[in-house]
């Protein structure tokens, strides 16, 4: 071995990049973990609630030292129509034990958060520089460059995220499709602590996440999201990027077309931006895969496109986490046995497929294309709005009992019977 | 409420300005050449991109790094990089 060769070089320090660091450093490896941001989390959005369950098993009770926005108790699905919306308000107390089942976090505290964890296992963390591309010899990944310097390892963990350079770079994957990805845009809108626990109906550390569909994207396939952080609201939309430029949208007209709605508008009211952020987010599960092992390589989190969206939870972190705990423990072998070879590597998708990140993947694999039926967006919110009025306006005209109501806005609706039920069995089948 | 324009969103955001490393280059010619309809344009969310006087312009400085930009160019005319290490936007909250 040479003299200034690492164990394992981390391209990239989110929360996957950082878990796997941990769990190397941890156990003993020399390892650099690279993030191409002046410290860890300046590049990184939250698009989702992170469920906190495997990050709990890598690091226990780690909300009592991370920083942690708040406990989500509160799950809400809402459908959008241009003047109306209808809430599914799921609210427990089950949800507010450890340990717990999610929490909202603002990534560029937690991410950094988890990198000093990373570092004080002992990982080398090396922020403000990018890494240009992976060094092969032999056709076997040996290291990195960055800055026109050579960095060697036995083995690099491509942690880049969604646009992952790095396995571009290694010939494992091309560029996204625009058919298999979406653009996430955001703000964080300040408001005080006491605002947002009224507004929300929260007390102390409770917290809301809302997931939105419908007219929140005018109708592109894509959703809305709104989480409570302590002293600000997360709020943004996630756009399907085939069907955004099929029809010339401008994502920023969308978004400001959300924040005025009229359900949204009185929640983020006299609320200060703070920041405006985009991300891609990696929309082709199963289908867009790319090989997860190289000689010398392994792709994690968003690199590899590992995410879960079923209309009720938008799922991420807690994927990306699951997946550098196996990659990380398929190194530990792999270093074990001195043998870093693609081979001895697939014991890497093996673990994933015994864990709940394939698992999740393939039971959510229809979602992927349940969630752009275009009825969904508008057919059936615009339905559940025209039917709940009938039910709720009181116009001295007669009424009628729901069966019938619900036949008349079903034939006013124009939506088949039969695209109706084959709707109900996919998405019965696929969410 | 009084809504932000994206310029004004844009400057709310904290950066670290590469000045004279522009990490995006348009090449012009493939561009007009192969670009049917000119997706940068509309994609983009923070509106790095206009055409001025028949040629497409990019103003790098506001970018997010998201990559949208570059998933949907049709015509492969986008030469798109991550900013050098510690420059580029800088999330404050993310």
Not at chain 1, 28 to 42: A, F, H, K, N, T
Not at chain 1, 187 to 192: A, F, R, S
Not at chain 1, 208 to 230: M, S
Not at chain 2, 43 to 59: F, H, L, R, W
Request: hydrophobic share 45%.
């Amino acid at each position: 071995m040479a003299e200034d060769e690492f164990d394992a070089i981390i391209v990239g320090a989110g929360v996957a990049g950082s878990s796997a660091a941990y769990r190397l450093a941890k156990a003993g490896l020399q390892v650099v973990l690279i993030e191409r941001g002046p410290y860890p989390g300046s590049k990184n959005l939250s698009g989702g609630v992170l469920y906190g369950r495997v990050l709990h098993d890598l690091i226990p009770n780690f909300w009592e030292s991370a920083p942690v926005e708040r406990v989500i108790t509160n799950q809400v699905v809402s459908f959008l129509t241009a003047d109306s919306s209808i809430n599914l308000d799921f609210k427990t107390e089950t949800f507010n034990q450890p340990p717990y089942n999610g929490f909202t976090v603002l990534r560029a505290r937690f991410d950094r958060w988890l990198a000093e964890q990373a570092e004080a296992a002992g990982a080398m963390l090396v922020p403000g520089i990018k890494v240009d591309g992976v060094v092969k010899r032999n056709g076997k990944v040996v290291g990195i460059t960055a800055a026109g310097e050579e960095m060697q390892a036995k083995v690099v963990i491509a942690a880049d995220g969604a646009n992952s350079f790095i396995a571009q770079n290694a010939g494992l994957r091309d560029k996204i499709p625009p058919g298999q990805a979406a653009v996430g845009v955001k703000e964080v809108i300040g408001l005080p602590r006491e605002v947002i626990e009224e507004r929300f109906h929260l007390s102390g550390n409770e917290g809301a996440a809302y997931n939105i569909v419908g007219y929140a994207t005018r109708g592109v396939p894509g959703g809305g999201f709104l989480y409570t952080n302590r002293e600000s609201l997360s709020i943004g939309l996630v756009i399907h990027l085939e069907a955004l430029v099929e029809r010339e949208l401008k994502p920023a007209e969308i978004f400001e077309d959300f924040l005025a709605h009229p359900m949204i508008a009185p929640l983020i009211k006299g609320g200060k931006v703070l920041e405006y952020g985009a991300h891609l987010v990696p929309e082709g599960g199963l289908k867009m895969m790319p090989p997860l092992a190289a000689d010398g390589l392994l792709l994690v989190g968003d690199a590899v496109g590992f995410g879960v969206n079923n209309g009720f939870v938008v799922r991420g972190m807690d994927l990306a986490i699951g997946s550098a705990v196996a990659a990380a423990e398929t190194v530990l072998e792999a270093h074990a046995a001195d043998d870093f070879s693609a081979v001895r590597l697939q014991s890497y998708p093996a673990r994933l497929e015994k864990s709940f990140v394939m698992q999740d993947m393939r039971t959510y694999a229809r979602a992927v294309d349940f969630m752009k039926n275009e009825r969904l967006f508008e057919t059936y919110p615009a339905l559940l709005s025209n039917l709940l009025a009938d039910i709720y306006r009181q116009d001295a005209q007669p009424k009628k009992n729901l069966a019938p109501t619900l036949l008349k806005n079903l034939k006013a609706s124009k939506i088949s019977l039969l695209d109706l039920l084959k709707d109900a069995l996919a998405g019965g089948r696929a969410l | 409420m009084n809504r932000l324009p994206v310029p004004e969103k844009l400057a709310v955001n904290k950066y670290e300005l590469d000045e004279g490393h522009p990490h995006i280059v348009v090449n012009e010619e493939v561009c007009r050449a192969k670009c049917k309809n000119l997706a940068c344009l509309y994609v983009c969310p923070a509106n790095v991109y206009s055409e001025q006087n028949g040629k497409i312009m990019a103003d790098w400085a506001g970018c997010l790094e998201c990559g949208t930009c570059l998933v949907t160019c049709p015509s492969d005319a986008l030469q798109w990089v991550y900013p050098r290490g510690g420059f580029g936007v800088i999330y404050r909250s993310g």
